[in-house]
């Protein structure tokens, strides 16, 4: 599938484990009316405060499983030890009808997207140090640590996949107003990109020439 004038864009968010990315994806979304996050299928089990089709659609293994067979998900990939998946249609539908998709997704996952949608825009949020990573995953408690120890460890792999992205913000502490906006400044550019642009092909509709 190619992107047209009337197609939204595709925005893939990566980040580590507790890099803050839930925080920036929702704040993005209160500012930007014509985006929409894709709300991913995990077999992990909730935490604390999540809720069903609004954090993630939360299913059995089986249940995914079923699914991969389908083909209903754009990618998907075992991270840690469950799995996660893009729901296709939602995706393709909202793209379709000129909404901007927001995917915040792992480096697996972003890779693979980026074989389907190479237009789409690929954003990496760094912590501001490693220590800084390894304090916020403790402070919230919500993991073990072998669980904690895990996602760290993780972190050298994302590293290593960062090149592939379009843009690297850093998620300084308590600046999440800063990170949102730099996202912003990116998304506003892009949509101005040439190929993004709907006013000129307006013009040339009208059969003006330059
Ligand atoms: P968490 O369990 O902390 O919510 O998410 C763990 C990791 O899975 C995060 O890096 C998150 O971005 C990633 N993730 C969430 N949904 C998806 C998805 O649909 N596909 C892939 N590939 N990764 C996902």
Same mark, same amino acid.
């Given at each position: 599938m190619?992107?047209?004038n009337?197609?939204?864009?595709?925005? %893939?968010?990566?980040g580590s +484990?507790? %890099?803050?990315?839930?925080?920036?994806c929702?704040?993005?979304?209160?500012?930007?009316?014509n985006?929409?996050?894709?709300?991913s299928h /995990? /077999? =992990?089990p909730?935490r604390e405060?999540?809720?069903?089709?609004?954090?993630?659609?939360?299913? +059995?293994?089986?249940?995914?499983e079923a699914n991969?067979?389908n083909?209903?998900?754009l990618?998907w990939a =075992?991270?840690y !030890?469950?799995?996660?998946?893009?729901? #296709?249609?939602?995706v $393709?539908q909202n793209l379709?009808v000129?909404? !901007? *998709?927001?995917?915040?997704? !792992?480096t697996?996952?972003?890779?693979?997207?980026? $074989?389907?949608?190479?237009?789409?825009?690929?954003i990496?949020l760094?912590?501001?140090?490693?220590a @800084?990573l390894?304090? #916020?995953?403790?402070?919230r408690n /919500? $993991?073990?640590?072998?669980?904690? @120890?895990k #996602?760290? +460890?993780?972190f050298?792999a994302?590293? @290593? =996949?960062?090149?592939?992205?379009d843009y690297?913000?850093?998620?300084?502490?308590g600046? %999440?107003?800063e *990170?949102? @906006?730099?996202?912003?400044?990116?998304?506003?550019? $892009?949509?101005?990109?040439?190929?993004?642009s709907k006013?000129?092909t307006?013009?040339s509709m009208?059969?003006? *020439?330059?």
């Amino acid at each position: 599938m190619t992107m047209n004038n009337q197609e939204g864009l595709l925005i %893939v968010i990566s980040g580590s +484990s507790g %890099v803050g990315k839930g925080t920036v994806c929702s704040k993005l979304l209160e500012s930007q009316p014509n985006m929409k996050l894709s709300v991913s299928h /995990t /077999t =992990r089990p909730p935490r604390e405060g999540e809720k069903e089709g609004i954090n993630y659609f939360f299913t +059995s293994k089986d249940a995914f499983e079923a699914n991969i067979e389908n083909d209903a998900y754009l990618e998907w990939a =075992r991270v840690y !030890d469950d799995y996660y998946g893009t729901p #296709r249609d939602f995706v $393709e539908q909202n793209l379709n009808v000129g909404i !901007d *998709t927001l995917l915040e997704i !792992d480096t697996q996952g972003a890779i693979l997207v980026k $074989e389907k949608f190479p237009e789409g825009i690929f954003i990496f949020l760094l912590p501001p140090s490693y220590a @800084a990573l390894k304090a #916020r995953l403790e402070g919230r408690n /919500t $993991e073990t640590p072998e669980k904690i @120890a895990k #996602r760290l +460890s993780q972190f050298q792999a994302e590293l @290593a =996949r960062v090149p592939m992205y379009d843009y690297v913000v850093v998620n300084e502490e308590g600046k %999440v107003d800063e *990170t949102v @906006a730099k996202i912003q400044a990116i998304i506003m550019a $892009e949509h101005l990109k040439f190929e993004h642009s709907k006013d000129y092909t307006v013009f040339s509709m009208e059969g003006d *020439t330059l």
